[in-house]
C-alpha cells in the first residue's frame, strides 16, 4: 500500500485477508445483516466476482486505465477487472524429484506416488477455479482426480500450505501459483516451476468496488491506482506478471503474450461451481 499512499497520502487503507471462500462468505453474510463493511474487493478469480456481480454487490465503475489493459482481462459491463495474471503450475523440489514432470497428466503416474499436494477448492479460489476448469478438460477431467488421488495426492488448506511443503521437502511436488514458486527459488529453495504442456491455468485476481460503498472516490483511486503504469510495475516489483500492456514481467516468470491460457467457458464455470466443489468433497471425503 506504500506506492499507493504516495499519490493518496490521506487515505488509509485496511485489509483483511483470506481465502477467497472465506473473504466471499463474509462479503455475503455482511450483505444478508445489511451492510458489506468492505469498499473494495480483490479476490482471485473472475467466476467469483461473476456471482458476486449476479447478487448486485459490485458497482460499475470504468476506469481510466482501461485503455491499456485488453478487454478479454476485465467485465464488459465494468463491475471488476483483472488486475494480474498468476498462473497456476507445477513446483518441484529438485532434491526431491529427479525426473522433472511437463504436464498435469504425467502427475498420475506411479513414480510420482504419494509426492503431490495441491491446495483445496473448497478453501482456495484459484483451486475451485482450476477445478472447473480440468474437470472439461479433454485429457484430463474428473480422471484426473480420481488419478490423483489413487496416487497419494495430499489435499492441503491453500496455496501457502503447498509452498510451504515443497520447500522444505516435504511433497517432492505441488499445483502452486507461479510467483510463489518463484519467490521460493530466488530465496535460495530448490525449486523449479513447470508451465504444464497442457496450458496454464491462469486467474487475474480481479478488483472491484462495492456497491452502496461511502468512500466511492476513495475507492476508484484505489482501482486507477493498482491499474495504473505505476501499479501494474510495483506488481512486477513484488513478483506478479502484470496485466497491463508494455510492463515487463518479473525475472522467471513468462508474460501474458507467452501464456497459453487453459481455460472454459466462464458462465458454465459459475454455474456448476458449487457442484463441482460438491463432487470433489465426495471424492476426497
Not at 153 to 169: L, Y
Not at 188 to 215: D, M, Q, R, W
Request: with cysteine.
Amino acid at each position: 500500500m506504500e506506492e499507493y499512499n504516495k499519490s493518496c497520502p490521506d487515505v488509509k487503507v485496511e485489509i483483511f485477508r483470506s481465502g477467497t471462500e472465506e473473504v466471499v462468505s463474509k462479503v455475503l453474510a455482511e450483505k444478508e445483516a445489511g451492510s458489506v463493511l468492505a469498499d473494495v474487493l480483490l479476490v482471485s478469480d473472475a467466476a467469483t466476482f461473476e456471482s458476486l456481480k449476479a447478487k448486485d454487490i459490485l458497482m460499475r465503475y470504468e476506469s481510466p486505465e482501461l485503455s491499456e489493459i485488453d478487454p478479454s482481462f476485465y467485465d464488459a459491463d465494468h463491475t471488476y477487472t483483472g488486475t494480474k495474471i498468476i498462473s497456476t503450475g507445477i513446483a518441484v523440489n529438485t532434491d526431491v524429484i529427479s525426473n522433472i514432470p511437463e504436464s498435469l497428466a504425467d502427475l498420475t503416474k506411479a513414480e510420482y506416488k504419494d509426492e503431490l499436494i495441491m491446495p483445496s477448492p473448497l478453501y482456495s479460489g484459484a483451486a475451485a477455479y482450476n477445478l472447473g476448469v480440468i474437470t472439461r478438460t479433454d485429457g484430463l477431467g474428473w480422471e484426473f482426480y480420481q488419478g490423483l488421488k489413487d496416487n497419494g495426492v495430499k489435499v492441503d488448506k491453500g496455496n501457502g500450505a503447498v509452498q510451504k511443503a515443497v520447500v522444505a521437502g516435504e511433497n517432492g511436488l505441488g499445483l502452486l501459483v507461479d510467483y510463489m514458486a518463484i519467490r521460493s527459488k530466488n530465496d535460495g529453495a530448490p525449486i523449479e516451476f513447470v508451465y504444464p504442456s497442457e496450458g496454464s491455468l491462469c486467474v487475474t485476481e480481479p478488483i472491484g468496488i462495492v456497491a452502496g460503498t461511502k468512500n466511492e472516490a476513495a475507492a476508484e483511486s484505489f482501482v486507477d491506482f493498482i491499474l495504473s503504469e505505476d501499479g501494474q510495475k510495483a506488481t512486477a516489483e513484488i513478483g506478479y506478471t502484470p496485466i497491463r500492456k508494455g510492463v515487463a514481467a518479473p525475472e522467471g516468470l513468462k508474460s501474458a503474450d507467452e501464456i497459453t491460457n487453459l481455460t472454459y467457458d466462464l458462465p458454465t464455470l459459475v454455474e456448476t461451481r458449487d457442484s463441482d466443489k460438491e463432487a470433489f468433497s465426495k471424492m476426497f471425503e
